[in-house]
Structure formats: structure tokens, C-alpha cells
């Protein structure tokens, strides 16, 4: 099947390990590094540390104690000009860093890593504390495949689609920006997203606006 007609590869194509623009696949497959090797829902350790730099791991099963959504919201790669809107499922980013302890003042800045050891992208706490940024762990209708980032990714769908970490493994809080990996590759100058691109898809400022969403009960209201 021949590529999606509006994309567009940047003149560093060749570093990415994955690029898979088929029209055939609903999302499509984006990798700078190697992709991890796959794991189930019950091997996710997600390892935090705050600003005492005092680590923790947190499971699946902690992760079932914070409130689920289902939502739609677009994914939107600037780099690569493509956008898809998509059917999430999982928790608000602002909710699991609550629950993590990490959603004080305090903490200005956040860094997101990949399972893959290599990849990591940072958040403001604005950002970070937005109602659309999430934790996924399903996409349209299905557990999110491990070419997509599953068991669990970030998706932050209103800055660039680069930012919306996969295979998450870690979370650091702190005072100062920790950048990302695509700043430091000068593969992005910035995160952000076009105005052309906010206009599109209605990712302007969320203040004023409702997001849709369908909220789930956790592990524990359930019982």
C-alpha cells in the first residue's frame, strides 16, 4: 500500500529505526529507536522520582486505583505534516501524578522515558497538569499493541506528536527544563504546535472550553 498522500519526511528520515506510513494502518508505526521488546500489562513497572530524588515503582495494578477515561483526541506528528484523530483510553497525566505524589507546585518541569532506554521528552507543569494531556493504555476500541507504545504511553495531543512518549517506563520532576530528546538532536526547535495545525483540529487554549470525555470507575469504587 503506497504511503499516506500528505506526508512528508524530513531531511533526517534516515535516523528513525521504524517509519511506517502505510494506508493501510489506521495509526501509523513511528520509532527513532529500536522498539523495546514486548511486555504485558503485568510487567509494567513505571519507576518515579520527585524532587527528594527518592525512587519509586509503581505497577498495572497501582495504576487501576486512579479514575479512567475514554476520550477523543487528535495525534499530530508536524514533523512528518500527518494527523489522525484517535480513540484513547486511560487516565488523565494530572491525575496519575497526583496519585504518584508528584502534582505539587513544586514541581516545575517533568521528563517522560521510554521503555526503550534511549527516549525521553519533557513537559511543563502546565502542560503536564492540562485536562487533555493522558496515560493511555487503549486506542480505538482495542489495548494499545506494542508498536504503538503499549503497554502504557503519554499522549499530549494539543504540542507535537514527538512529545507523546511510548513504552513509558519512567517520570522525573524538575525545577529545571531536562529538554527532550528531539531538542537535543535539533530534530525540533520546539514542541509546539503550528497555529494552522491548533486551528484544525480546535487545540487552542483550554480555558473556557469542555472536553468531551467518558469517565470510568476505579478498581476500588468498582468493588
Known amino acids: 500500500m503506497p504511503d499516506r498522500p500528505d506526508v512528508r519526511y524530513p531531511k533526517f528520515k534516515e535516523h528513525f529505526s521504524v517509519l511506517d506510513f502505510s494506508a493501510k494502518r489506521a495509526v501509523p508505526l513511528i520509532s527513532l529507536y529500536e522498539m523495546p521488546k514486548p511486555i504485558s500489562k ?26 479512567k477515561l475514554k476520550t477523543r483526541m487528535p495525534l499530530i506528528c508536524q514533523i512528518f505534516n500527518w494527523a489522525e484523530v484517535v480513540r484513547w ?17 513544586e514541581n516545575r518541569y517533568y521528563a517522560f522515558y521510554s521503555r526503550d532506554k534511549n527516549y525521553f521528552e519533557s513537559l511543563t507543569r502546565k502542560e503536564a497538569m492540562d485536562e487533555r494531556s493522558l496515560v493511555i493504555y487503549g486506542m480505538n476500541g482495542d489495548a494499545l499493541s506494542h508498536e504503538h507504545g503499549g503497554p502504557v504511553r503519554l499522549a499530549v495531543p494539543f504540542l507535537q506528536g514527538y512529545k507523546s512518549v511510548k513504552w513509558l517506563s519512567g517520570i ?52
Open 89 to 105: 483510553e486511560g487516565w488523565k497525566l494530572k491525575n496519575v501524578l497526583e496519585f504518584l505524589g508528584m502534582a505539587g507546585k
Open 42 to 67: 503485568e510487567q509494567v513497572k513505571i519507576s518515579v522520582c520527585g524532587l527528594d530524588c527518592k525512587t519509586r515503582n509503581f505497577s498495572w495494578d497501582d495504576l487501576q486505583k486512579v479514575s
Open 172 to 223: 522525573r520532576s524538575f525545577q529545571n527544563d531536562p529538554l527532550g530528546i528531539k531538542i537535543l538532536l535539533a530534530q525540533s526547535k520546539t514542541g509546539k504546535l503550528a497555529p494552522a495545525w491548533k486551528n484544525k483540529y480546535g487545540l487552542g487554549p483550554l480555558e473556557g472550553r469542555v472536553v468531551h470525555q467518558e469517565r470510568h470507575p476505579t478498581s476500588e469504587e468498582s468493588q
